[in-house]
């Protein structure tokens, strides 16, 4: 009898030990998984978030906008040869190509490699042109502004003169200011039209928000969003730069006119 229980007890250990066992498989089952879980949601907050607009251009996300007819694109020589035969025909959903900005400029002394053919082209092919000039901080920007004068050669019935103004370098938030005032006015007296403010919307809010800019036309770069967050006037809204359109290989930017073509062209040059 006493031999029948300690086996009764031997049993009732090793059902113990088991369970005891599975108990701890288990637990460690649920901190693969928690940890898994965890690890995942690291990477989406560190890695994935905030690169989404890039992960919306590998997989689309540069559908045009809805609500706008006029449609433009940006170049540079990062575009590379284009065909202005096949780009003519190209098309944003339903609607042609109306305007094409060019870069011409940037800093003092840097052309771009591709702007006259690029500009004498844009022309050619019935496009409204336009030149832009990327501006370089700390840089003069009397020197800057007389030598995109020198190098964009603006006829009348093309769109009026662009500072891409993207950067501060070392300058503070009045100082950039001043000097882009300073761009804006040289060839504002040239061309008898103020000339239109290219930046990002961020850039807009913190550096050019001062009455002072409130008479420049405003094109923004505000990617991946449905609708332009921006509170203020503007003209143009450059929505992606991952377009990709016949003429051009790899990706392009994307622009939409906020306006009438009656309006767009009220932004061109008119010496008469």
Not at 1 to 30: D, E, F, H, P
Not at 66 to 75: C, K, L, M, Q, V
Not at 91 to 111: H, M, N
Request: proline fraction near 3%; glycine fraction near 8%; charge should be positive.
């Amino acid at each position: 009898m006493a031999q029948g229980k300690r086996r009764k007890r031997a049993t009732r250990r090793r059902k113990s030990g088991g369970n005891r066992l599975q108990r701890i498989k288990r637990a460690l089952l649920v901190v693969g998984i928690l940890a898994a879980l965890g690890y995942t949601a690291a990477i989406y907050y560190f890695v994935v978030m905030p690169y989404g607009s890039r992960w919306k251009a590998i997989y689309g996300g540069t559908k045009a906008p809805e609500g706008y007819t006029i449609h433009g694109i940006d170049i540079s020589h990062h575009q590379g040869a284009i065909d202005w035969e096949r780009l003519q025909k190209a098309r944003i959903g339903d609607e042609p190509l109306s305007f094409v900005f060019v870069k011409a400029t940037e800093g003092q002394s840097v052309l771009d490699a591709n702007f006259n053919d690029n500009f004498y082209e844009a022309r050619e092919h019935g496009f409204i042109r336009g030149a832009y000039h990327y501006f370089s901080p700390g840089v003069s920007p009397r020197l800057q502004a007389e030598y995109y004068l020198h190098q964009a050669k603006l006829e009348d019935g093309d769109l009026a003169p662009v500072l891409d103004i993207e950067e501060a370098g070392a300058l503070s938030a009045e100082e950039l200011k001043n000097a882009a005032l300073v761009w804006l006015q040289i060839v504002e007296k040239k061309h008898k039209t103020p000339p239109i403010i290219y930046t990002n919307y961020k850039f807009k809010l913190q550096y050019l928000s001062g009455k002072e800019f409130d008479r420049y036309p405003y094109w923004i770069a505000h990617y991946y969003v449905d609708k332009l967050e921006y509170k203020g006037q503007w003209k143009f809204w450059q929505y992606t730069d991952s377009g990709r359109l016949l003429g051009i290989r790899g990706n392009v930017d994307c622009n939409v006119y906020n306006g009438s073509m009656y309006d767009l062209k009220q932004l061109t040059i008119r010496t008469e």
